[in-house]
């Protein structure tokens, strides 16, 4: 038998399994109640949400570790 080294080109892609729910569909926006395609159970705002001022700046702001 031969040993045969395995490229990139050839090398099978394998990704993680994924949890039953985690499967893409479409999904209510948490912030606007909007329908929207979701590619996981981890995407609950859509786009358009995503894509506000008050979002983005939420994201960039102070993280506070406090907890009230």
Do not use: N, Y
């Amino acid at each position: 038998m031969r040993h045969m080294a395995m490229t990139e080109q050839s090398a099978p892609e394998i990704s993680p399994p994924r949890a039953a729910g985690d499967v893409p569909r479409e999904r209510r926006c948490l912030r606007c109640s909007t329908v929207f395609w979701s590619e996981g159970f981890g995407e609950r705002i859509c786009r358009r949400c995503k894509g506000l001022k008050a979002w983005q700046s939420a994201l960039s702001g102070p993280v506070s570790s406090r907890r009230r």
